[in-house]
């Protein structure tokens, strides 16, 4: 008797749990969603921040991730690569990955700082350079950690077979492993891409903000996510609206980034 | 010494993995005949996977490793070469290009059947479309799998089936023109009927490679081979004609392995 | 289930039937000879039967290397273990060929009208045997049809039984013959022997083809 009663109250406790759980990320989205849907307007999407829209803070903050990408992208994929075939698991590769996940957990504004120090302060003020250079310190250890374990995940009899067959090391690599590898590696891009494109800290005080639109990498950069920051601690009405459309379109990118990782996952037979 | 009938040579062979301090294999002396089938047999960890693995010097990609003695591979005029001693990259491919491997689990590349086939053709250096066409269609007839796959060469070879897949690794080493094919258990991993199919390519194979293969199957190793080497704790223990191991062993080991009395 | 096995299966087939066209030819050869009387073509006879012994070993050898290589199951492992426990029948029959070849010789044209009468029905007995030696002939080279086989085996049968009768008959009237005569004639009694070993022949004839039965369509060895 006792066991049952046990079970039932587990079993109710955890159900409720989940239920709460659930219940405040729909608060959270219809909220969300609600708000910010009746603070959007046309001219939201095609006036810049001085004029009260966020055209340019999305081209701003894309246009940084992307920056990000093209560096962090690259060097973490070879060292991702170097890491799993290469090192032949040695002390320098354990530090490597130990480092990499520390990296991991750092905290955001850490970094911010740090990047503030060393491409702010000594080139005279806020500029793009120092926030995409920040993105990229953020991304670099998340790619090198997928790319590894996705490689980790390609049989080695794959390897050996195109060893056999008289391939060298780099063509093996290259033509077979990353190949086999392709889709998760690049839902590990996808979705570090998504982690780093609602990111506030780094930003901060690295390439800050600008109400207009501009392209110039070395001045301060339009970012969506600053905005949000400074927008909601406006008094006027207005700024407010807009902090909530703002938010609820960069809700909407992360989320359509995730679903697109998870399609690409989704031909598993 | 006229050994145009023996294709490969192995001589006191030792091997020791890295990191390891006892030899997993010790004083091997195997040879290996032309256009014939040669299995191993033996308990798990008798070292019949190690020493086939040295046969293509696929240990290298993993450093550590020492070996003694000599593997000779002999060419068509007779000349002997020590594929222990090759340390250039270029050798090794050359070697690997006369040795081809087939492993335990079907290892199908992820792209087309076609690009699967030519792979190896074009890491060879082939750049003529036609060749390897050509090629590529005689490696898949020899590996009986043709019929199966001449509408769909340009689908990804991952959607073919197990036993389909492992004759396409099979067409793959042999469109090289191999002068020996290792098999590394090549139908444990298969249902009876594919593994049927499988034997019958390999009993066909012969007539253009030698064929040595390991299984831990006793009674594929007496259906398919023409000569069996027993193995057991990195010793080989006999070596004879097939009919002979089987019927009437010389070694008291032997015996009992063959018999079931010991696993 | 390999072609090799499939191969080393018709040789042991078609070794068998070979020694039995042997026997079969050593039969009728034998028939001629004691038809004719002619003890000089009696060497002729025991020619076939000079390399019965090396061909049985051969089949025995087989045999012993598909058990060996192929673990045989079923229908195969039926068949192996009938035709191995036939070739030692084959010996057998072989034997008496010889030894009834040895004893007939006291067939000659000297020898005594009743002898030479009653030898002449004793070679419906040879008769029977050869059409035995046929069937069984048949029923090895027949391997699917199985009302077939269970035929030839009747026919087979019917061919033991006729030489049962046959035998019983010239017992019996030799035996009448002898009481009337008052006389006991050693060497008939003899040939009553020689002949009723010959029909031994055919009962290893009913045995091989009941293995072969066995073999192929089932049952008790």
Known sequence: ???????????????????????????????????????????????????????????GQFTMALMASAIAVPLGMMAGIYLREYSNNGKLASVIRNLSDVMMSAPSIVIGVFVFALFVDPF???????????????????????TDNMLALVPKELREAGIALGGSKHKIILQIVIKAAKVGITTGVLLSFARIIGETAPLLFTSANNQFFTMDLT??????????????????????ELAWAAAFVLTMIVLCINLLGRYMTRNKK | MAKNNIIMDIKDFDFTYAGVDDPSLKKINLPIEKNKITAMIGPSGCGKSTLLRAMNRIHDLYPGNTYEGEINLYGSEGEKQNILELKKEND????????????????????????????????????????????????LKDAAIWKETKDRLNKSALGLSGGQQQRLCIARAVALKPEVLLFDEPTSALDPISTGAIEELIAELKKDVSVVIVTHNMQQASRLSDYTAFMYLGDLIEYDKTENIFLNPSEKLTEDYITGRFG | MLNKNEQKLREVREKTAEILEDLMISQKLALQAIEACDSKSFEQVKVPLKTINKKVDDVDNLILSIFALYSPEARDLREMVAFLKMTSSLQRIAMNEKNYMKNMEICNPESGEDMRRVIKESLSINRCTIKALEYTVEMIHETEDKDKLKDLASKIDVENSKTDDIYSLIEKDTLQRMHKDHLINEEMLNLLKYIRKNSKIIDRLEDISSRLIFARIGGKL
């Open chain 2, 92 to 139: 090794f491919i050359k070697l690997r290009q006369k040795v081809g491997m087939i492993f335990q689990k079907p290892t199908p590349f992820p792209m087309s059947i076609f690009d699967n086939v030519a792979y190896g053709l074009k890491l060879a250096g082939i750049k003529d479309k036609v060749e390897i066409e050509e090629r590529v269609k005689k490696a």
């Open chain 1, 219 to 240: 001045e301060q950069f339009p970012s969506l996510t600053v905005s949000i920051y400074n927008l909601a601690t406006y008094p006027d009405a207005e700024s407010r």
């Open chain 1, 124 to 146: 005279g003020g806020y500029n793009s350079w120092a926030g995409i250079v920040a993105l990229a310190i953020m991304m670099i250890p998340i790619i090198i950690s997928t």
């Open chain 1, 1 to 59: 008797m006792n066991r049952l009663l046990l079970n039932k109250i587990i079993l109710i406790l955890s159900t409720l749990s989940a239920v709460i759980g659930i219940g405040f990320l729909f608060w959270i989205l219809i909220t969300l969603s609600y708000k910010g849907i009746t603070s959007l307007h046309f001219s939201t999407f095609t006036n810049d921040l001085v004029g009260g829209g966020i055209r340019n803070l999305l081209v």
